[in-house]
Protein backbone atom coordinates (compact mmCIF):
# COMPACT_ATOMS: atom_id res chain seq x y z
CA UNK A 1 0.00 0.00 0.00
CA UNK A 2 1.50 3.00 -0.59
CA UNK A 3 0.09 6.73 1.12
CA UNK A 4 0.97 10.32 0.49
CA UNK A 5 -1.09 13.65 1.43
CA UNK A 6 -0.79 17.42 1.28
CA UNK A 7 1.76 16.83 4.22
CA UNK A 8 3.30 13.97 6.06
CA UNK A 9 4.49 14.52 10.09
CA UNK A 10 6.59 11.49 10.77
CA UNK A 11 6.31 11.59 14.30
CA UNK A 12 9.05 14.24 14.68
CA UNK A 13 8.80 16.73 11.71
CA UNK A 14 7.15 17.25 8.54
CA UNK A 15 8.60 15.32 5.50
CA UNK A 16 9.40 16.45 2.44
CA UNK A 17 6.67 17.49 0.00
CA UNK A 18 5.39 14.12 -2.17
CA UNK A 19 6.79 11.80 0.28
CA UNK A 20 4.88 8.23 -0.23
CA UNK A 21 5.24 5.31 2.60
CA UNK A 22 5.13 2.13 1.58
CA UNK A 23 2.97 0.02 4.37
CA UNK A 24 2.33 -4.18 4.16
CA UNK A 25 -0.85 -5.29 4.95
CA UNK A 26 0.50 -6.12 9.04
CA UNK A 27 0.80 -2.10 8.61
CA UNK A 28 4.57 -2.21 8.99
CA UNK A 29 6.09 0.49 7.18
CA UNK A 30 8.07 -0.99 4.37
CA UNK A 31 10.27 2.68 2.87
CA UNK A 32 9.58 6.13 2.43
CA UNK A 33 10.38 7.00 -1.05
CA UNK A 34 11.39 10.93 -1.90
CA UNK A 35 9.31 11.31 -5.07
CA UNK A 36 5.72 10.66 -5.91
CA UNK A 37 4.59 7.41 -7.01
CA UNK A 38 1.30 8.02 -9.42
CA UNK A 39 -0.48 4.59 -7.71
CA UNK A 40 -0.35 6.59 -4.14
CA UNK A 41 -3.43 6.88 -2.44
CA UNK A 42 -3.67 10.51 -1.61
CA UNK A 43 -5.54 11.98 1.38
CA UNK A 44 -6.24 15.56 1.98
CA UNK A 45 -5.12 17.15 5.02
CA UNK A 46 -2.09 15.37 7.29
CA UNK A 47 -0.65 12.22 8.03
CA UNK A 48 0.97 11.02 11.01
CA UNK A 49 1.64 8.26 13.49
CA UNK A 50 -0.93 6.85 15.63
CA UNK A 51 -1.36 9.15 18.87
CA UNK A 52 0.09 8.05 22.21
CA UNK A 53 -1.79 8.72 25.86
CA UNK A 54 0.57 8.77 28.19
CA UNK A 55 -2.33 9.34 31.01
CA UNK A 56 -5.82 7.23 31.29
CA UNK A 57 -8.02 6.03 33.87
CA UNK A 58 -9.98 3.72 31.79
CA UNK A 59 -11.08 2.24 34.83
CA UNK A 60 -13.39 5.22 35.38
CA UNK A 61 -15.39 5.69 32.50
CA UNK A 62 -18.53 5.01 33.96
CA UNK A 63 -18.02 8.34 35.89
CA UNK A 64 -18.50 10.57 32.58
CA UNK A 65 -20.45 13.24 33.43
CA UNK A 66 -21.16 12.69 36.84
CA UNK A 67 -18.43 15.65 38.17
CA UNK A 68 -19.11 19.01 37.99
CA UNK A 69 -16.17 21.10 36.68
CA UNK A 70 -13.92 23.67 38.10
CA UNK A 71 -14.52 22.55 41.41
CA UNK A 72 -10.95 22.29 42.26
CA UNK A 73 -9.06 19.61 42.75
CA UNK A 74 -9.77 18.32 46.84
CA UNK A 75 -13.62 18.50 45.93
CA UNK A 76 -12.78 16.47 42.74
CA UNK A 77 -10.96 13.34 44.57
CA UNK A 78 -14.28 13.87 47.59
CA UNK A 79 -17.14 13.49 44.96
CA UNK A 80 -14.51 10.58 42.94
CA UNK A 81 -14.69 8.79 46.46
CA UNK A 82 -18.05 9.31 47.09
CA UNK A 83 -19.43 7.98 43.71
CA UNK A 84 -17.74 4.83 43.10
CA UNK A 85 -19.23 2.79 45.87
CA UNK A 86 -22.66 4.05 44.39
CA UNK A 87 -21.77 1.75 40.90
CA UNK A 88 -22.13 -1.65 42.47
CA UNK A 89 -23.11 -3.49 39.11
CA UNK A 90 -20.17 -4.72 37.62
CA UNK A 91 -21.61 -4.48 34.22
CA UNK A 92 -22.34 -1.28 34.41
CA UNK A 93 -18.88 -0.39 34.55
CA UNK A 94 -17.78 -3.03 32.02
CA UNK A 95 -19.91 -1.82 29.12
CA UNK A 96 -18.76 1.76 29.69
CA UNK A 97 -15.21 0.90 30.15
CA UNK A 98 -15.33 -0.96 26.89
CA UNK A 99 -17.57 1.84 24.99
CA UNK A 100 -15.47 4.24 25.36
CA UNK A 101 -11.93 2.58 24.91
CA UNK A 102 -13.82 1.97 21.97
CA UNK A 103 -13.99 4.93 21.39
CA UNK A 104 -10.33 6.04 22.16
CA UNK A 105 -9.04 3.52 19.63
CA UNK A 106 -11.43 5.17 16.78
CA UNK A 107 -9.74 8.63 17.82
CA UNK A 108 -6.36 7.65 16.63
CA UNK A 109 -4.68 5.87 20.07
CA UNK A 110 -2.08 3.00 19.52
CA UNK A 111 -0.76 3.29 22.86
CA UNK A 112 -1.97 4.17 26.37
CA UNK A 113 -0.39 4.02 29.31
CA UNK A 114 -3.49 3.33 31.76
CA UNK A 115 -3.94 3.95 35.34
CA UNK A 116 -5.51 0.88 37.50
CA UNK A 117 -6.22 0.00 41.27
CA UNK A 118 -8.01 -2.90 40.39
CA UNK A 119 -8.20 -5.59 37.34
CA UNK A 120 -11.50 -3.92 35.88
CA UNK A 121 -9.08 -3.30 32.62
CA UNK A 122 -7.83 -6.86 32.03
CA UNK A 123 -10.54 -7.62 29.35
CA UNK A 124 -9.93 -4.71 26.84
CA UNK A 125 -5.94 -5.11 27.46
CA UNK A 126 -6.74 -8.66 26.19
CA UNK A 127 -8.42 -7.54 23.24
CA UNK A 128 -5.22 -6.71 21.22
CA UNK A 129 -6.25 -3.06 20.02
CA UNK A 130 -3.51 -1.10 22.20
CA UNK A 131 -0.20 -1.44 23.11
CA UNK A 132 -0.73 -0.91 26.89
CA UNK A 133 1.50 0.08 30.03
CA UNK A 134 -0.34 -0.54 33.05
CA UNK A 135 0.38 1.86 36.11
CA UNK A 136 -1.01 -0.59 39.13
CA UNK A 137 -1.44 2.63 41.98
CA UNK A 138 -0.69 2.36 44.98
CA UNK A 139 -2.57 4.14 47.78
CA UNK A 140 -1.33 4.22 51.32
CA UNK A 141 -0.66 7.34 53.46
CA UNK A 142 0.21 5.34 56.82
CA UNK A 143 3.38 4.59 58.28
CA UNK A 144 2.47 1.05 57.96
CA UNK A 145 1.52 0.80 54.64
CA UNK A 146 2.11 -3.51 54.06
CA UNK A 147 -1.31 -4.52 53.32
CA UNK A 148 -1.73 -1.71 50.73
CA UNK A 149 1.11 -2.38 49.21
CA UNK A 150 0.34 -5.88 48.92
CA UNK A 151 -2.80 -5.33 47.57
CA UNK A 152 -1.24 -3.18 44.90
CA UNK A 153 1.42 -6.38 44.08
CA UNK A 154 -1.52 -8.63 43.78
CA UNK A 155 -3.21 -6.81 41.23
CA UNK A 156 0.17 -6.45 39.08
CA UNK A 157 0.50 -10.17 39.31
CA UNK A 158 -2.71 -10.65 37.11
CA UNK A 159 -1.18 -7.99 34.89
CA UNK A 160 2.01 -9.68 34.21
CA UNK A 161 0.44 -13.23 33.39
CA UNK A 162 -1.51 -11.50 30.57
CA UNK A 163 0.17 -11.93 27.43
CA UNK A 164 -0.35 -11.31 23.87
CA UNK A 165 0.82 -11.38 20.32
CA UNK A 166 -1.03 -8.78 18.99
CA UNK A 167 0.45 -5.82 21.25
CA UNK A 168 2.76 -5.07 24.10
CA UNK A 169 1.26 -5.80 27.48
CA UNK A 170 3.67 -3.70 29.77
CA UNK A 171 3.03 -2.96 33.77
CA UNK A 172 4.30 -1.23 36.90
CA UNK A 173 3.88 -0.44 40.42
CA UNK A 174 3.69 3.52 40.80
CA UNK A 175 2.48 5.78 43.73
CA UNK A 176 -0.82 7.83 43.03
CA UNK A 177 -0.02 11.28 44.27
CA UNK A 178 2.32 12.85 47.29
CA UNK A 179 -0.47 12.98 49.42
CA UNK A 180 -2.08 9.83 49.20
CA UNK A 181 2.01 7.95 49.48
CA UNK A 182 3.59 7.81 52.72
CA UNK A 183 7.13 7.90 52.50
CA UNK A 184 7.15 4.24 53.79
CA UNK A 185 4.90 3.36 50.84
CA UNK A 186 7.40 5.55 48.40
CA UNK A 187 10.44 3.23 49.56
CA UNK A 188 8.42 0.13 48.87
CA UNK A 189 7.65 0.84 45.24
CA UNK A 190 10.85 1.92 44.73
CA UNK A 191 12.37 -1.30 45.62
CA UNK A 192 10.02 -3.20 43.94
CA UNK A 193 11.78 -2.75 40.79
CA UNK A 194 14.74 -0.03 40.77
CA UNK A 195 14.43 0.18 36.83
CA UNK A 196 10.39 0.02 36.31
CA UNK A 197 8.83 3.22 34.63
CA UNK A 198 7.32 5.51 37.53
CA UNK A 199 4.03 7.62 36.51
CA UNK A 200 3.47 9.88 39.35
CA UNK A 201 -0.19 12.60 39.91
CA UNK A 202 2.51 15.79 40.21
CA UNK A 203 1.40 19.13 42.08
CA UNK A 204 -2.05 18.93 40.21
CA UNK A 205 -3.42 21.50 43.00
CA UNK A 206 -1.59 24.08 45.21
CA UNK A 207 -2.93 22.34 47.98
CA UNK A 208 -0.37 19.79 46.78
CA UNK A 209 2.49 21.69 47.93
CA UNK A 210 1.16 23.52 50.54
CA UNK A 211 0.89 20.36 52.70
CA UNK A 212 4.52 19.45 51.88
CA UNK A 213 5.34 23.27 52.82
CA UNK A 214 3.55 24.04 56.03
CA UNK A 215 1.00 20.69 56.31
CA UNK A 216 -2.14 22.50 56.20
CA UNK A 217 -4.91 23.45 53.50
CA UNK A 218 -7.22 21.48 51.08
CA UNK A 219 -5.21 18.09 51.59
CA UNK A 220 -5.07 17.73 55.30
CA UNK A 221 -8.92 18.53 54.94
CA UNK A 222 -8.91 15.87 52.45
CA UNK A 223 -6.93 13.09 54.07
CA UNK A 224 -8.65 13.68 57.59
CA UNK A 225 -12.32 13.38 56.31
CA UNK A 226 -11.26 9.56 55.16
CA UNK A 227 -10.37 9.19 58.58
CA UNK A 228 -6.31 9.38 57.94
CA UNK A 229 -3.94 10.20 61.02
CA UNK A 230 -1.07 12.50 59.55
CA UNK A 231 0.23 12.97 62.79
CA UNK A 232 3.60 10.97 61.72
CA UNK A 233 4.00 13.27 58.68
CA UNK A 234 6.82 15.88 58.86
CA UNK A 235 6.29 18.93 56.43
CA UNK A 236 9.77 18.86 54.99
CA UNK A 237 9.29 22.95 53.79
CA UNK A 238 10.29 22.23 50.10
CA UNK A 239 7.94 21.19 47.59
CA UNK A 240 6.17 18.18 47.00
CA UNK A 241 8.41 16.93 43.93
CA UNK A 242 11.62 18.01 45.53
CA UNK A 243 10.62 15.59 48.59
CA UNK A 244 9.81 12.56 47.22
CA UNK A 245 12.40 12.33 44.74
CA UNK A 246 14.41 11.60 47.54
CA UNK A 247 12.99 8.72 48.31
CA UNK A 248 13.30 7.28 44.72
CA UNK A 249 15.93 5.82 42.90
CA UNK A 250 16.97 7.81 40.18
CA UNK A 251 17.05 4.22 37.67
CA UNK A 252 13.45 4.66 37.55
CA UNK A 253 12.52 6.67 34.22
CA UNK A 254 9.61 9.10 35.59
CA UNK A 255 6.84 10.16 33.75
CA UNK A 256 5.36 13.19 35.58
CA UNK A 257 1.49 13.70 35.31
CA UNK A 258 -0.59 17.03 34.99
CA UNK A 259 1.94 19.35 36.52
CA UNK A 260 -0.49 22.09 36.70
CA UNK A 261 1.29 24.32 39.28
CA UNK A 262 4.85 22.61 38.62
CA UNK A 263 7.55 25.79 39.52
CA UNK A 264 10.78 25.91 37.11
CA UNK A 265 12.73 25.04 40.08
CA UNK A 266 10.77 21.97 40.58
CA UNK A 267 11.53 21.19 36.65
CA UNK A 268 15.19 22.47 36.87
CA UNK A 269 15.78 20.05 39.79
CA UNK A 270 14.04 16.79 38.68
CA UNK A 271 16.25 17.05 35.49
CA UNK A 272 19.51 17.39 37.73
CA UNK A 273 18.47 14.41 39.36
CA UNK A 274 16.87 11.93 36.96
CA UNK A 275 18.44 10.80 33.69
CA UNK A 276 15.52 9.70 32.16
CA UNK A 277 12.30 11.93 32.64
CA UNK A 278 8.88 13.03 30.65
CA UNK A 279 6.59 15.39 31.82
CA UNK A 280 2.61 14.34 30.73
CA UNK A 281 0.20 17.47 30.05
CA UNK A 282 -3.22 16.78 30.29
CA UNK A 283 -5.02 20.06 29.68
CA UNK A 284 -8.75 18.76 29.40
CA UNK A 285 -8.88 17.39 32.52
CA UNK A 286 -6.73 20.50 34.14
CA UNK A 287 -9.52 22.71 33.09
CA UNK A 288 -11.96 20.53 33.96
CA UNK A 289 -10.80 19.91 37.36
CA UNK A 290 -8.44 23.41 38.95
CA UNK A 291 -9.66 25.86 35.60
CA UNK A 292 -5.79 26.21 34.84
CA UNK A 293 -3.52 24.90 32.55
CA UNK A 294 0.51 24.31 33.36
CA UNK A 295 3.27 27.00 32.38
CA UNK A 296 3.71 25.34 28.98
CA UNK A 297 6.02 28.03 27.51
CA UNK A 298 8.54 27.45 30.90
CA UNK A 299 8.47 23.65 30.08
CA UNK A 300 9.17 24.41 26.43
CA UNK A 301 12.11 27.19 27.72
CA UNK A 302 13.59 24.47 29.98
CA UNK A 303 14.15 21.95 26.47
CA UNK A 304 11.82 18.87 28.37
CA UNK A 305 10.15 16.02 26.89
CA UNK A 306 6.52 17.09 26.63
CA UNK A 307 3.91 13.95 26.03
CA UNK A 308 0.28 14.17 26.23
CA UNK A 309 -2.63 12.27 28.19
CA UNK A 310 -6.15 12.54 28.59
CA UNK A 311 -6.51 11.84 31.97
CA UNK A 312 -9.75 10.03 32.94
CA UNK A 313 -13.95 10.55 32.26
CA UNK A 314 -14.34 11.67 35.45
CA UNK A 315 -12.32 14.35 34.66
CA UNK A 316 -12.42 15.06 30.76
CA UNK A 317 -15.63 14.89 28.26
CA UNK A 318 -13.51 12.68 25.93
CA UNK A 319 -10.07 10.67 25.60
CA UNK A 320 -8.81 12.19 22.49
CA UNK A 321 -5.46 13.13 21.73
CA UNK A 322 -6.13 15.61 19.03
CA UNK A 323 -8.40 17.09 20.92
CA UNK A 324 -5.91 18.15 23.74
CA UNK A 325 -3.56 19.07 21.51
CA UNK A 326 -5.97 21.49 19.65
CA UNK A 327 -6.83 23.08 23.36
CA UNK A 328 -3.43 23.95 23.80
CA UNK A 329 -3.13 25.48 20.30
CA UNK A 330 -5.85 27.73 21.40
CA UNK A 331 -4.05 28.75 24.33
CA UNK A 332 -0.37 29.13 23.04
CA UNK A 333 -0.97 29.69 19.37
CA UNK A 334 2.70 30.14 18.54
CA UNK A 335 2.89 26.57 19.28
CA UNK A 336 3.38 24.65 15.83
CA UNK A 337 1.92 21.87 14.65
CA UNK A 338 4.72 20.39 13.92
CA UNK A 339 6.23 20.58 17.88
CA UNK A 340 2.26 19.38 18.84
CA UNK A 341 2.03 16.55 17.00
CA UNK A 342 5.21 15.05 18.37
CA UNK A 343 4.05 15.82 21.59
CA UNK A 344 1.07 13.43 20.80
CA UNK A 345 3.11 10.74 18.87
CA UNK A 346 7.34 10.17 19.50
CA UNK A 347 7.22 11.67 23.00
CA UNK A 348 4.38 9.57 24.06
CA UNK A 349 5.64 6.44 23.06
CA UNK A 350 9.32 7.49 23.99
CA UNK A 351 7.81 8.30 27.46
CA UNK A 352 6.29 4.71 27.54
CA UNK A 353 9.39 2.93 26.43
CA UNK A 354 7.92 2.20 23.11
CA UNK A 355 9.37 3.81 20.67
CA UNK A 356 10.98 1.25 18.80
CA UNK A 357 7.41 -0.07 17.86
CA UNK A 358 5.45 3.29 17.93
CA UNK A 359 5.26 6.96 17.00
CA UNK A 360 7.30 7.26 14.05
CA UNK A 361 6.55 6.77 10.68
CA UNK A 362 10.05 4.97 9.86
CA UNK A 363 11.06 1.57 8.04
CA UNK A 364 10.53 -1.21 10.19
CA UNK A 365 8.17 0.16 12.60
CA UNK A 366 4.28 -0.15 13.16
CA UNK A 367 2.98 2.89 13.94
CA UNK A 368 -0.47 3.40 12.40
CA UNK A 369 -1.20 5.91 10.49
CA UNK A 370 -3.93 8.61 10.88
CA UNK A 371 -5.83 11.61 8.85
CA UNK A 372 -5.86 14.47 10.17
CA UNK A 373 -7.72 17.49 8.71
CA UNK A 374 -8.81 20.96 9.19
CA UNK A 375 -5.16 21.72 11.93
CA UNK A 376 -5.01 24.91 10.57
CA UNK A 377 -8.89 26.38 10.13
CA UNK A 378 -11.09 27.91 12.95
CA UNK A 379 -13.41 24.34 12.55
CA UNK A 380 -12.53 21.65 15.30
CA UNK A 381 -10.19 19.41 13.34
CA UNK A 382 -11.08 15.71 13.13
CA UNK A 383 -9.27 12.47 12.89
CA UNK A 384 -9.63 9.39 11.21
CA UNK A 385 -8.14 6.12 11.59
CA UNK A 386 -6.09 4.86 8.07
CA UNK A 387 -4.32 1.74 9.52
Not at 75 to 96: G, I, N, T, Y
Not at 165 to 189: D, G
Not at 201 to 208: D, G, R
Not at 328 to 349: D, S, V
Request: net charge negative; glycine share 8%.
Amino acid sequence: MLLTADKIHDGHRWLPAGTVVEVDDAGNIVALHAHGKQEAQFFDGVLCPGFVNTHCHLELSHLKGKIPERTGLVSFLQQVMALRPQFDHPEQRVEARRKEFHTMYENGIVAVGDISNTNDTLDIRGEGKVHFHTFVESIGFTETPQKQFAGSTEVHSNFTTQASEKVRLVQSIVPHAPYTVSHVLFRMIDKHDTGSLISIHNQESPAEDDYYFMKKGGMQTLLHGVGINDDFFVPSGKSSLQTYLEWMSPTHPFLFVHNTYTKRNDVEVAKTLLPELSWCLCPGANLYIEDALPDIGMFIQEGVKICIGTDSLASNHQLCILTELSTIKQHYPNIEWAQLLRWGTYNGAHALQMDDLVGTIAPGMQPGILQLQGLDSDQKPTVKRII
